[in-house]
Each structure stands twice: as C-alpha cells, then as structure tokens.
Antibody
C-alpha cells in the first residue's frame, strides 16, 4: 500500500526557510516522479513543483522559482522541498504526491496518491 | 497559463440524485484532465484521469467526459459518502498544471 508521510512544517518568519520531507513506502520510489502541491487555508489546490524519477528533470511554478528547491534521495525513499525567503502567502498545507510514471511531458503531471500534508505558517 | 473554471462552486443535492460538475479550460487541452475528490480534513484523491478513465477502486457511479475545453464529472446516485469538494486539474504539457477552483457538494 502506497504511503506518503510529510514532515517539517511549522511556523517560520517572513524571509525565513524551512525544509519539508516526504517519506515514501509501499512502492518502488525511484521509479516514479514526485511532486508537491499546496493548499492555502480554506482555498483551492496549487501546484508547486515536480521532479522526475531520477531527479534529472525538475519543474517549478512561477512563484516557486528561485525560492524553492525540490530534491529527492532515492536510496532513502524521501522527497524534499527546501523553501527559502518565505512570504506570508506561502502559508499553506503542503502535500507530497506521487506521479503514475517516471516523468511527465513538460512537468505537467497527474497525481495518483497524496500524503496527508504538512502545514506551513509564515508569520511574524 | 491555462485557466480552469469550475461550475457551480457549490451544490446541494439529495441522496440518489444525479450530479454534474463542469470544468472549462481556457485553451484546448485534448483529454489531459483529471478529477480529484477532497473530503473535509483529508488529502485529495484521484478519481479520474485522461478525462474519462476511472481510477481503480473508485465507485462506478462516478464518470467523466469531455475533450478540448469542456469537461464534466457526473455522479449517478449521490451517496452521503460523496460529500466533498471536487477539483479538476489540467496536465497539458504546454503549460504548468492548474486546478479549478473547486465544487463543494453537500447532501440535503
């Protein structure tokens, strides 16, 4: 059974940084692309970033470019999202999600399994 | 970027009703359209991919149709367990993926 468990969320100051992790189990992690999607409190879903199975291909939403870095450790079955220069508008629940394939054309993926999310709050 | 517009934003229906949610794309996206269900306090769950392909384990009362710019999610015989917010998402490779604003479904 696929399981994705996010961690690393919490309170951060504006301009601060956080590193989110997603521990994966129940599937061959290194064979699938993975992504992050966020949801601001009471709002809709917003795609953040995706990384191919090998880490060789990475895509970001415009708001994440230059501030967020996605990475993965296939030996540890873990996905990461490093977030820098955080803003109040980055406050959201961040979901780790699995792609049903090694990569997606143009980074545009469908997500077949999701973790339960980790809440990031950016506030002074 | 391709914009996704869902309607209605909320709907209330009775158990057993047929419910239809519409999703429109601002550009042609062929069949690169997914539907997700998000129950209160839970993570989204993929229901349908490629506009009409039902995911394993999803009840057959759910169906998807459409291509190009207009898509629909239909629930035939609404159940109390279907109370949720439903989102469409395009995944056309020409543009970053975007989600619709969501449709909140309640049971009367």
């Amino acid at each position: 059974e696929v399981d994705l468990v996010e961690s690393g969320g919490g309170l951060a100051l504006p301009g601060g940084s956080l590193r989110l992790s997603c521990a994966a189990s129940g599937f061959t992690f290194g064979s699938f692309a993975m992504g992050w999607v966020r949801q601001s409190p009471g709002k809709g879903l917003e795609w953040v970033s995706v990384i191919t199975h090998s880490g060789g291909g990475i895509y970001y939403a415009d708001f994440a470019k230059g501030r967020f870095t996605i990475s993965r450790d296939n030996s540890a079955n873990t996905l990461f999202l490093h977030m820098y220069n955080l803003r109040a508008e980055d406050t959201a629940t961040y979901y780790c999600a699995k792609v049903p394939g090694k990569f997606c054309a143009g980074g545009a993926c469908v997500y077949d399994f999701w973790g339960q999310g980790t809440l990031v709050t950016v506030s002074s | 970027d391709i914009q996704m517009t869902q309607s209605p934003s909320t709907l209330s229906a009775s158990v057993g009703d047929r419910v239809t949610i519409t999703c429109r794309a601002s550009q042609m996206i062929s069949v690169w359209l997914a539907w997700y269900q998000q129950k209160p306090g839970k993570a989204p769950q993929l229901l349908i991919s490629k506009a009409s392909i039902l995911e394993d384990g999803v009840p057959s009362r759910f169906s998807g149709s459409g291509s190009g710019t207009e898509f629909t999610l239909t629930v035939r015989g609404l159940q109390p367990d279907d109370v949720a917010t439903y989102y469409c998402q395009h995944y056309d490779s020409r543009s970053p993926p975007t989600f619709g604003g969501g449709t909140k479904v309640d049971v009367k």
